[in-house]
């Protein structure tokens, strides 16, 4: 008994690392890396972005000076990886590109303005930062992508496939601790990165009640009786009461983590930005990985002619190029 035992043992963790396995390699990963002379900032910038796209990302990814772009090609198949998000630093300009792999597209984008984390919890009264929201991946929203442009188009598809698809009737809400905001603005044709921690909290009930249903346990040595924290709210202060409405109340399908939180009771969806922060604007997309024909371009419109006379340009170079190799 005791060896069958054993071997069925075995067999179910056998099948469970092979569907974990499976599970693992069906999701997209990232590498987040710099490319050229960059500073102190933008270090912790490309650190900061690496810490948004956990867990499927490469948190600890070295880059040598010597590396090129096919050394990390090179390595992204065998480990699964999906998509690059390169920054680079000009005297003028931090720059973003987005490729997605293994044949693009990619995106080029200007970083007209970012923020650290550090300067957006600095900013902060209280925020909501801990080890466990990092071990599943953010929630995804895209607002304001509709607009009329294959480019506008294009760009929503990339970010959409940079992260694990949710399907809604098996999703735990448990699972779901951060969200990734991306706004597009069709005015300036500008992308706003946000990145936030998300907490739900029962309403419905008194200042003193949520107090009691707190981790912290309010103080109660100068009252009578426990009435008083219940009925007066204790003169609790109006800032441990947040403001909700509409825009956030929802009704809960399942139980959540937080104490009040229970399936089919209203509770209010808050969050908290943790960053960072980063303001893109879209200069080009390329087909290919950095290296294909241009198909769109912020600043620059190209006639017929001239894109015509672009292809034939390049594929008189690959000729060349394959001419060479012949040779050798």
Known sequence: ??????????????AANHNAE????????????????????????????????????????KVRKKNALKDFVAVAGPLGVTHFLIFTKTSTNVNFKFVRLPKGPTLSFKVTQYSLVKDVVSS??????HEEQFSH????????????????????????NMFPSINVH???LNTIRRCIL??????????????????VVPVGMSKGMKKLLQEKFPNMSRWEDISELLVKGANL??????QDGDHNITELPQACAGRGNMKAQQS?????????????????????????????HNFIQKTEEEIKALLESREKKVRQKKERKKKK
């Open 1 to 14: 008994m005791g060896k069958d035992k054993t071997k069925n043992q075995k067999k179910q963790r056998a």
């Open 22 to 61: 499976e599970d693992f390699n069906a999701v997209p990963h990232s590498f987040v890396f710099h490319r050229g002379q960059i500073g102190k900032n933008v270090q912790q910038l490309i650190t900061d972005v690496r810490r948004a796209m956990e867990p499927f990302t490469a948190r600890s990814l």
């Open 268 to 296: 209010a969806v808050r969050l908290t930005e943790i960053g960072p922060r980063m303001t893109l604007q879209l200069v080009k997309i390329e087909e290919g990985l950095s290296d294909g024909k241009v198909l769109y």
């Open 170 to 172: 098996k999703v735990t």
């Open 182 to 199: 991306i706004n597009y603005n069709d005015e300036t044709q500008e992308l706003e990165f946000r990145h936030y921690s998300l907490k």
């Open 137 to 160: 991946p953010p929630l995804l929203v895209l607002n304001n992508f509709g607009t009329q442009g294959m480019h506008v188009k294009l760009m929503a598809t990339m970010f959409q």
């Open 237 to 242: 202060s109006e800032s441990e009461a947040e």
């Open 124 to 129: 902060l009264k209280k925020h909501r930062m």
